[in-house]
């Protein structure tokens, strides 16, 4: 039997569905492995039967939190899909419009502040009734993560394949240096360009750093060690504070700002 | 046109390479531990010593060491005792008699038998330390008139993860062995020992330092204590020995993962002296 | 003593030569820097390097190299070992990377011989050339005592001319028959005269002299200080900066610790059996499945790279485990140096 797969999209660009159909070359060996009953970027039939969901976009409506809801109700298996799903992604940046709380949090939530949607929706900021931007973690169980803006497609194809022949996926527990060095990148640093690599998940196969530009974060953080430590070097050896560099950290994962140092 | 370069013809390409083996006989031992016996396909015994392992492979999942629980006086098959705690693990639980598996070994370096001969010998077995001491009990057992007096302590945390049950009793009623038991956290139906598997040190008699090798087998923490115990009744360090546990992923001593400071415990293991293991600080972390 | 003169036009000319039968990888400039990569012609090398960035040791022990393809058939299995035969040619091979990889060879022979990497390195022809100053700062090959080699290298060539000579002039010294029989197909270069023995003698003279210090002891006294060093508090000091990121472990000529993964195609009966490089430095790199961490803090693991580098790796092999090439100082965005935990470490005696 071919596990029934379904792709659905919450609030985000659905970049990462429409990976999975950049695929090109290895999708027709994927249609021939799996069923996909319910595709609203690629296909018209909706089943409710379903092994497999992958969700991309944040949890940033009402309706979101629905319909998430919905799909971990109806999915055996539920993997969030792409930064807004994981970290939170892009959609978490309005928490910073108009902020007032500790590290620029608070424009929603505390005394239901809604300066955000007033920034975004001007005078029909009631027409539109946003919440806070989540990962889908924060509302439903979910029991695999593939971050990345756009999700890796690669990355995607991997854990397909893990679990078709019953292999543990797991996203590697290594910063993105480990894929620079074994590519053969020269080190962004050398450049004097204080790239985020250290701290973030690998499995993009640092895709970004071979083209001369740093990590940004995507993939989220690696482990609060690492953040620690870039606490401690980015003050004593390159005299930057680690704030300035989370503001680069927060345009994917503001929403991991809860846990930073 | 320049001579070409000299072919050249390895001689060891198979170094990776498991062989496919069948599972004759599967056996639960407790919630988490299954006991499997097995044969090779092309009909190649083992030739294993005890206290050996070898990498148990599902193709297209992945490989992961375990120790062999048979004795090699017992050719024809061989036996593993297999918890089920990862990936690989967890695939083999779910297998069947008659299913196939890749095995890669024998591997590492087991207990020296010829050593032994002679000798009274005590072995300390904690928790899953059972699996690979078993192959040596066997040996023991199989072999009885070549060695003296025969003590076995074993030592659990609950009833229900005492390994090998039915063997518990066979060796106990043959009265080959001085079998002691204990547990640390009985339940309604234990009638045996409580405590630690020191405590049951004051059970035995008196030793002849001269002529007696332990063995221990057991979690990182246990070998401590046990070791004290040991050295209390004047043994000699070159007479005791012990096996350790690492992460495994070649088992042949290149990939580094089972180093502990300067032994790789795939080859110079995984069964060592205690003089040996004093001076890796790690081993006893 | 040389066994040849060779001039940098005929030197190009034996390397496209050599390009006929074998894939050339050399230094190349790129991004400011050098790199060892793959070439057609010996002019995309540039000889006049100072450092490649990351070792040659990706010739021999790629990031990610296939053990054996496997089938799954009627319940059973199938299985092949995938040796590579390529031939190669490493040309412009430092001292401190020919001492590295005298040591890999070292490792994949012992105990058991591993073909993935032997028979690769039988193929592999290392043309070395010599360095006559050290080839940036804060490298410590000197005080590594590998700041030279006399065996381990096919051909060596010293550079004897003045730095930017139009006309460089190498020195040519054979390792083996297979770089004598390619210095002297077709009989290009000439016999060594008395005067450039002399010009040779001056250049070793000169170099003796060029390469600084670094370190306090010498390198067969790092095992006994190591030895007093377990317990020090460098270790978890030092490491607090660490991120355990690897790039010190993985940008290394010597570390050979490698990972096992198996990976399917989508139909599941077919897949590859895979090594990749992996480093100490890695959190889960001692890890056991049931999640008990055999190195769970970062400062064990900056100690057990340290104690390999300079210790464990000579005890078990009698070669140096440390070329001092710095690599991994340079790679390390948190500024973690070697030589300043030696010199530290020799200050708590």
């Given amino acids: 039997m071919k596990p029934r797969i379904a792709i659905f999209s919450l609030t985000g660009c659905e970049g990462c569905s429409l990976a999975i159909l950049e695929l090109e070359d290895q999708l027709l060996d994927l249609l021939g492995a799996v069923d996909i009953v319910n595709f609203r970027e690629g296909m018209t039939d909706r089943a409710w039967d379903i092994d497999i969901g992958f969700v991309d976009g944040a949890v940033s409506t009402p309706e979101d939190e629905k319909e998430v809801r919905h799909f971990r109700e109806h999915c055996k298996v539920l993997v969030a899909i792409g930064s807004c799903a994981c970290l939170g992604g892009i959609n978490t940046l309005k928490h910073y419009q108009g902020a007032t709380g500790p590290k620029g949090r608070g424009a929603i939530g505390e005394n239901g502040s809604d300066a955000y949607r007033r920034y975004v929706y001007g005078d029909k900021a009631e027409w539109f009734p946003t919440t806070e931007a989540r990962p889908i973690s924060a509302v439903v169980k979910v029991d695999y993560e593939l971050p990345g803006c756009p999700m890796v497609k690669e990355e995607f194809l991997a854990f397909v394949t893990s679990l078709l022949a019953g292999r543990t996926f797991k996203l590697p527990d290594f910063a993105v240096c480990v894929e620079c060095k074994k590519r053969g990148t020269l080190c962004l640093y050398e450049k004097g360009i204080l790239c985020l690599g250290p701290v973030t998940r690998a499995g993009c196969n640092a895709i970004c750093p071979a083209f001369g530009s740093k990590c940004e974060g995507c993939r989220g953080i690696v482990s609060k060690e690492a953040l620690v430590a870039a606490g401690i070097n980015l003050r004593e050896q390159y005299n930057v504070e680690l704030q300035e560099v989370l503001d680069d950290l927060r345009l994917y994962g503001a929403y991991q700002e809860a846990d930073l140092p | ?285 | 003593m040389l066994d040849r003169m060779l001039t940098h036009p005929e030197l190009l000319e034996l390397v496209n030569e050599l390009a006929l039968q074998r894939r050339i990888v050399g230094p190349v400039a790129r991004d400011g820097r050098y790199f060892y990569e793959e070439v057609t012609r010996a002019t995309d090398l540039d000889l006049t390097f100072n450092y490649c960035v990351y070792s040659p040791r990706g010739a021999l022990f790629p990031p990610q190299e296939t053990l054996f393809v496997f089938k799954r058939t009627n319940g059973t299995f199938t299985a092949e070992p995938v040796i590579d035969v390529r031939p190669t040619a490493l040309v412009g091979v430092h001292p401190c990377d020919i001492h590295a990889i005298r040591l890999l060879d070292h490792v994949f022979e012992q105990d058991q011989r591993d073909e993935h990497y032997l028979s690769r390195r039988a193929h592999t022809m290392i043309v070395g050339i010599d360095c006559q100053r050290p080839c940036t700062e804060g490298v410590f090959c000197a005080d590594m005592e590998t700041n030279a080699a006399d065996k381990g290298f096919d051909v060596m060539l010293y550079p004897l001319s003045d730095p930017g000579a139009t006309e460089p002039l190498y020195g040519v010294v054979y390792g083996t028959s297979i770089g004598r029989d390619w210095v002297l197909y077709g009989r290009r270069g000439r016999i060594p005269t008395a005067t450039d023995e002399r010009t040779f003698e001056q250049y070793q003279r000169h170099k003796t002299d060029a390469f600084p210090r670094m370190l306090r002891m010498k390198a067969d006294e790092l095992p006994a200080l190591l030895d007093r060093s377990y317990d020090s508090l460098l270790w978890e000091a030092t490491a607090r900066r660490c991120y355990s990121c690897g790039s010190c472990n993985l940008s290394c000529p010597t570390c050979y610790c490698f990972n096992i993964l198996d990976e399917t195609d989508l139909s599941g009966t077919t897949g590859r059996r895979e090594r990749t490089w992996d480093g100490c430095h890695l959190r889960e790199f001692a890890e056991v499945a049931g999640g008990h961490n055999f190195r769970p803090k970062a400062g064990s693991r900056l100690r057990h790279r340290i104690y390999r580098k300079a210790k464990w790796i000579r005890q078990r092999t009698g070669l140096p485990g440390c070329v001092g090439c710095a690599r991994c100082d340079r790679a390390c965005t948190a500024k973690i140096n070697s030589v300043e935990i030696y010199n530290q470490l020799a200050e708590e005696v």
């Fill in chain 2, 1 to 285: 046109m320049l001579a070409p370069p000299i072919p050249y013809k390895p001689t060891n390409a198979e170094l990776y390479l498991p062989k496919p083996a069948r599972i004759l006989r599967i056996t639960q031992l407790t919630e988490m531990e299954k006991h499997y016996e097995l044969a090779f396909l092309d009909g190649h015994r083992l030739n294993h010593q005890p206290g050996q392992f070898v990498q148990v492979s599902i193709l297209g999942v992945g490989e992961c060491p375990i120790s062999i629980c048979s004795s090699p006086t017992r050719p024809d098959t061989f036996e593993l005792c297999i918890r089920r705690a990862g990936s690989v693990t967890n695939r083999i639980h779910a297998l069947r008699e008659k299913d196939i598996i890749g095995i890669r070994g024998p591997l590492g370096h087991g207990f020296d038998v010829t050593e032994m001969h002679g000798k009274d010998i005590l072995m300390i077995a904690g928790g899953l330390g059972m699996a690979p001491l078993r192959s040596l009990v066997q040996y023991v057992l199989d072999e009885r008139p070549r060695f003296g007096q025969f003590h076995l302590l074993y030592g659990c945390r609950e009833p229900k993860e005492l390994l090998f049950t039915d063997d518990l009793t066979r060796w106990r009623e043959s009265g080959d062995v001085n079998l002691k038991i204990t547990v640390d956290r009985p339940d309604e139906q234990w009638r045996g020992r409580v405590g630690v598997v020191t405590t049951l040190f004051a059970d035995l008699p008196k030793l002849n330092p001269q002529d007696t090798v332990v063995v221990i087998v057991g979690p990182p923490v246990m070998f401590k204590f046990v070791v004290i115990e040991v050295l209390a009744r004047r043994i000699p360090q070159s007479s005791i020995y012990c096996s350790l546990e690492r992460r495994m992923k070649c088992g042949i001593g290149k990939c580094g993962h089972c180093q502990a400071n300067h032994v790789y415990v795939c080859i110079d293991g995984p069964v060592f002296k205690y003089g040996q293991l004093k001076a890796m600080r790690e081993a006893m972390e």
